[in-house]
């Protein structure tokens, strides 16, 4: 089943990426279109050594136990460039588009905001239960968790 998915989401992808090059000749002209996609690629090029100077930086810091809420914001700030980088590589135009937008620092942060939000990075001491899964006792008015009932 994944391998379908993958396979319909690349050829997804190669059908829009062969539909916006076209369009782009179509406004611009072949000669243009090659060379913005070649100003392209060497414009993520130009930045791929030094972010990975800093992944590399931040691993290390993660490695000697340097870890914070702040060290894996860059991380996620720093890999959010790094695959802005590498979609400037990739030929084509939809993957440019998309690589210019991760190089905007309003929509790396939308976007670390939104995957934080879907990770469910809160508080590690919190644990949410379902209303099933406990229950109050009347002695001390404390919740406890319930025990399994299938043995």
């Known amino acids: 089943m994944k391998s379908k998915l993958i396979g319909a989401v690349l050829a997804t992808w190669i059908v829009l990426e062969i539909l916006c090059f076209a369009l782009v000749v179509r406004a611009v002209g072949l000669l ?49 460039q790094a695959l802005a980088s590498i979609l400037l590589i990739l030929p084509g135009f939809a993957s440019d588009f998309v690589g210019l937008a991760l190089k905007s620092p309003s929509v790396r942060q939308s976007l670390a905001r939104w995957l934080r939000a879907r990770a469910g990075s809160g508080d590690p001491r919190v644990i949410d239960l379902d209303p099933r899964e406990w229950r109050r006792e009347a002695r001390s008015g404390r919740a406890r968790p319930r025990r399994s009932e299938a043995k």
Do not use: H, N, P, T
């Open 32 to 80: 243009a279109a090659i060379v913005l996609a070649i100003g392209a690629s060497l414009l993520g090029l130009s930045d791929v050594r030094r972010l990975l100077d800093f992944l590399r930086a931040g691993l290390a810091a993660r490695a000697k136990g340097e870890s914070s809420a702040m060290a894996d914001g860059a991380m996620l700030d720093g890999g959010m």
